[in-house]
């Protein structure tokens, strides 16, 4: 049988990973400054998770959830302490399109609307209750027959109050920094009008942290940079540091019931176990104070390559961007320079999203070989 051929690969084969650096089949190091999308958090096979994932494997891997997992509450404790949203519910599942889709679907339960707000170059997902744009060309699966995605751009209010002033908008979807549409995220005005809106025309604010969460942004989440709360939050990529795990953080005002959401493998022990290792990880090693520190690094070493005409995101969960296509810069940084960046929608931006342990020296790495492949590419 043969793979659907749906991804362009590079001629690589990793075997190895430690840390910030993947070594192939043929004992070359590469600098991983992608985290594989954003997904490996506290580094690859960091020696406390490993060592906790293999335990919980010995003991208990999975069983149904509608049996007692104490693994489940200490994840939902140490998640509430470390993000400051520990008044809020967890709901787990394995994936951030799973925890998008359970977000839409609890929104319109809980007002009964079913319209949804989303934002052009926005990417929450690719199942059937998600919105996706790819390749500029926006992808609308809805929840049911009912369901209609608007987009509007970001950042323009108006355009917001305009929609909600109909009605009939169950809820507002958007990232706390845009991932895959390019690094773009709304004002702080912005979402503070947006949460104030949501409130006042009964919609549900949905923040999608699938990938700007868990420290990425030098915050837990992206959006406390804007001093603002979200109904429901939505989780996965460094959630598990590989481990498929996503979840929804749920506002006290949504009444759970039994049965209103439900998953077969969310939540299992082994997915809890490293979910768990992460966040212990992220608090013992104060990895958010690193990110704000290579962060703060990186936008000063960055100056050096004057072919740059902007750094956008925060933390790190950055876009490079240049006048020109990026695709063979990206290629000869993989190929030759052994280092992994990020594509986006955006042609012209190089992402870089590397493990939250990632250290200056790397930086430096990363701005000597980025300048030498911008001069052999001239
Ligand atoms: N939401 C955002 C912001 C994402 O970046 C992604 C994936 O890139 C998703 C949702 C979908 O997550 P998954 O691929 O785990 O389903």
Do not use: W
Request: hydrophobic share 40%; net charge negative.
């Amino acid at each position: 049988m043969n793979l659907f051929d749906v991804y362009p690969l590079y001629n690589i084969t990793p075997v190895k990973a430690v840390d910030c650096t993947i070594t192939d089949e043929n004992g070359v190091e590469y600098l991983d400054l992608y985290s594989g999308h954003g997904v490996i958090s506290i580094g690859h096979t960091q020696p406390h998770y490993v060592t906790k994932v293999k335990e919980q494997l010995d003991n208990i891997g999975f069983y149904s959830n509608a049996i007692q997992n104490p693994l489940q509450v200490e994840l939902a404790q140490k998640l509430g302490e470390l993000s400051g949203y520990d008044d809020y519910s967890l709901f787990l599942c394995s994936s951030g399109a799973e925890a998008n889709e359970n977000a839409l679907k609890l929104a319109s339960f809980h007002n009964g609307k079913s319209r949804v707000i989303a934002f052009d170059n926005s990417f929450h997902g690719r199942t059937s209750a998600a919105v996706a744009v790819t390749d500029n060309k926006k992808i609308v699966a809805p929840i049911n027959a009912q369901q209609v995605v608007t987009f509007l751009p970001l950042n323009q209010i108006d355009l917001v109050e305009t929609e909600l002033q109909k009605g009939d908008v169950c809820t507002v979807i958007i990232e706390g920094i845009q991932g895959v549409g390019g690094l773009d995220e709304g004002t702080t005005e912005f979402f503070q009008a947006l949460e104030k809106l949501c409130k006042q025309y009964e919609a549900v604010l949905i923040l999608d942290e699938v990938q700007s969460g868990y420290g990425r942004s030098g915050k837990f989440f992206a959006h406390q940079y804007h001093n603002i709360k979200a109904d429901i939050i939505c989780l996965a990529k460094g959630m598990g540091n590989g481990f498929p795990i996503g979840g929804i953080l749920i506002a006290p005002h949504f009444k759970a019931s039994y049965g209103l959401l439900g998953t077969t493998f969310g939540g299992s022990h082994l997915a809890c176990a490293a979910g768990i290792a992460v966040l212990d990880v992220i608090k013992s090693e104060k990895l958010m104070d690193n990110v704000n520190a290579v962060s703060e690094y990186f936008m000063k070493a960055i100056q050096q390559v004057p072919e740059i005409i902007k750094v956008k995101g925060k933390g790190l969960m950055l876009g490079v961007e240049f006048d020109f296509d990026v695709s063979a810069l990206r290629k000869k940084m993989i190929v030759e320079k052994h280092i992994f960046t990020g594509s986006a929608n955006n042609k012209n931006l190089l992402r870089i999203l590397p493990p939250l342990t990632i250290t200056t020296a790397a930086i430096d790495t990363f701005i000597v070989a980025l300048k030498e492949s911008l001069a052999e590419l001239k």
